[in-house]
């Protein structure tokens, strides 16, 4: 009976989807000591810059005017969970964000409809790993409308520059269709890990990217550092987890895997696993 019970039990843990013990911990930061209140914004409509559905098309086609004329990308990411209850978002800095600057997010509805959330004053140099809690999805209920939802996260840096990082997932049952996936850009199809020949441990990401930018990998709120990421091509990106502070390769944890460029992110769920 004590056998049965035991192996009833192992079954069970084996059958049991990952458990948030698995996920990787978030730093816990003082924000009172970093951020204070700026306050609701109304501003004009961001249906230009935020939706994706126009921007990731032009990635395709777009001029070296046009891509001038973008906004700059955030040092930034906007990390949404869409694969759990949790539901939750957050804003990873990704390079100092400096005193002075301000941070002002934003969701938009499918119908171009602009939600301003309260925006943050920065009083001190933010690190990268800092972590800005925002609005989880799960809160905002079923007000949704059919279609993609944005969530922007502008920043205000000290000399007027306004850059930013957006996202954006399908609500109420929409789907994309493969014709609008090829533009969704950066979007991450799958994520491997192997031994390089001087062992360090390399996560080779699988997706849509751009050859030539500027590109941030952030492991829940672990950022890469520059020199760690390399864009093999447009449709592999490389990491060298070994080169990345704080990411211990010794141990299996679960992350959320953002990789942001152009003012774009993409989340995925990544477990990684030591390979030595």
């Given at each position: 009976?004590?056998?049965?019970?035991s192996?009833?039990?192992?079954?069970?843990?084996?059958?049991?989807?990952?458990?948030?013990?698995?996920?990787?911990?978030?730093?816990?930061?003082?924000?009172?000591?970093?951020?204070?209140?700026?306050?609701?914004?109304?501003?004009?409509?961001?249906?230009?810059?935020?939706v994706?559905?126009?921007?990731?098309?032009?990635?395709?086609?777009?001029?070296?005017?046009?891509?001038?004329?973008?906004?700059?990308?955030?040092?930034?990411?906007?990390?949404?969970?869409?694969?759990?209850?949790?539901?939750?978002?957050?804003?990873?800095v990704?390079?100092?964000?400096?005193k002075?600057?301000?941070?002002?997010a934003?969701?938009?509805?499918?119908?171009?409809?602009?939600?301003?959330?309260?925006?943050?004053n920065?009083?001190?140099?933010?690190?990268?790993?800092?972590?800005?809690y925002?609005?989880?999805?799960?809160?905002?209920g079923?007000?949704?409308?059919?279609?993609?939802?944005?969530?922007?996260v502008?920043?205000?840096l000290?000399?007027?520059?306004?850059?930013?990082?957006?996202?954006?997932?399908?609500?109420?049952?929409?789907?994309?269709?493969?014709?609008?996936?090829?533009?969704?850009?950066?979007?991450?199809?799958s994520?491997?890990?192997?031994?390089?020949?001087?062992g360090?441990?390399?996560?080779?990401?699988?997706?849509?990217?751009?050859?030539?930018?500027?590109?941030y990998?952030?492991?829940?709120?672990?950022?890469?550092?520059?020199?760690?990421?390399?864009?093999v091509?447009?449709?592999?990106?490389q990491?060298?987890?070994?080169?990345v502070?704080?990411?211990?390769?010794?141990?299996?944890?679960?992350y959320?895997?953002?990789?942001?460029?152009?003012?774009?992110t993409?989340?995925?769920?990544?477990?990684h696993?030591p390979?030595?």
């Amino acid at each position: 009976m004590t056998r049965q019970f035991s192996i009833m039990i192992v079954a069970a843990a084996l059958a049991a989807p990952v458990l948030a013990g698995d996920r990787a911990e978030r730093l816990k930061w003082d924000t009172d000591k970093y951020l204070s209140r700026g306050g609701e914004e109304s501003g004009p409509t961001r249906s230009a810059l935020a939706v994706r559905g126009v921007r990731s098309k032009a990635v395709q086609s777009r001029s070296a005017e046009a891509d001038a004329s973008n906004p700059p990308m955030a040092p930034g990411v906007v990390q949404v969970n869409l694969f759990d209850t949790g539901r939750e978002a957050y804003f990873v800095v990704t390079e100092t964000l400096p005193k002075g600057s301000r941070i002002q997010a934003f969701i938009i509805l499918a119908d171009k409809t602009e939600l301003a959330l309260e925006s943050r004053n920065v009083d001190e140099d933010l690190p990268p790993g800092f972590t800005l809690y925002l609005t989880g999805i799960k809160t905002l209920g079923d007000f949704w409308k059919r279609g993609l939802t944005t969530y922007e996260v502008d920043v205000q840096l000290p000399n007027g520059t306004v850059a930013i990082s957006a996202t954006d997932f399908a609500t109420k049952g929409f789907f994309r269709d493969f014709a609008s996936t090829a533009y969704y850009v950066p979007g991450i199809n799958s994520a491997r890990e192997f031994i390089a020949g001087d062992g360090s441990t390399i996560v080779e990401i699988k997706g849509r990217f751009l050859a030539g930018k500027k590109t941030y990998v952030v492991f829940e709120d672990i950022v890469a550092p520059q020199t760690a990421i390399t864009v093999v091509d447009q449709d592999t990106i490389q990491v060298n987890l070994s080169q990345v502070p704080n990411l211990d390769v010794t141990v299996m944890k679960s992350y959320l895997l953002t990789v942001g460029q152009d003012g774009w992110t993409d989340t995925a769920q990544f477990r990684h696993t030591p390979l030595q």
